[in-house]
């Protein structure tokens, strides 16, 4: 048994935005593409991935999360669009966007890595770009069906959704994909 773990924090999402983004996916595997497609109980707003880290941090972890987000109360969001990162030149990533309360969640975004930083975990270089990944692209595509197919769902939204909660998780990697086990939920209350 180690005594480190994989873990990041997170936005869970409610049952009926998953749903939605469920058909939007069978919509885009229509299309016969070679896709490893994301199950819907793993997809996720991720706010910060931790990487491994010690087992006996995760209290303190926590409460820098908790302290971090102490006045910041729900927000609404919503799934919104669909495209690929990097980009269609070299595209590895399937998510659809978010919608909603955007400042709210970059200020969320912001006070949790400053948070995070204090305790040891760097921030990041690149930008926020709240996403939600469905699919990840393994080796060559057809970019022109690929292209036509995001097309079709373009117009893709979800109803929006309350967001009250950020959720400290374990990732365990497994064959089949990776499982999660929530840590910590810290609530937000304002």
């Known amino acids: 048994m180690t005594d480190k773990i994989r873990a990041f924090v997170a936005i869970d999402l409610p049952d009926h935005v998953l ?12 299309s016969d593409l070679k896709i490893k497609w994301v199950r819907m109980e793993s997809v996720h707003l991720t706010l910060k991935f931790l990487g491994d880290i010690p087992v006996g941090r995760v209290e303190e972890i926590g409460a820098a999360i908790k302290e971090a987000i102490t006045d910041v ?9 669909v ?6 030149r070299r ?5 659809t966007g978010i919608s909603g309360e955007l400042e709210v969640l970059q200020g969320l975004y912001e006070r949790l890595g400053r948070a995070l930083a204090g305790v040891g975990f760097p921030k990041e ?10 699919g990840r692209i393994r080796g060559r595509i057809n970019k022109q069906t690929l292209r036509a197919a995001l097309e079709e769902q373009e117009d893709f939204v979800t109803d929006p959704f309350n967001v ?17 086990t929530k840590l910590v939920e810290a609530e937000l209350i304002g």
Do not use: C, E, N
């Open 73 to 81: 109360g729900p927000l609404t969001l919503a799934g919104k669009g």
């Open 91 to 95: 595209p590895r990533i399937v998510w």
């Open 164 to 180: 009250a909660s950020v959720i400290l998780y374990q990732s365990t990697l497994r064959p089949q994909g990776a499982v999660y």
């Open 125 to 134: 270089k690149r930008p926020f770009r709240a996403h939600l990944t469905v």
């Open 19 to 30: 749903r939605g983004i469920g058909s939007m996916q069978a919509g885009l595997k229509r």
């Open 83 to 88: 495209g690929v990162f990097p980009d269609f």
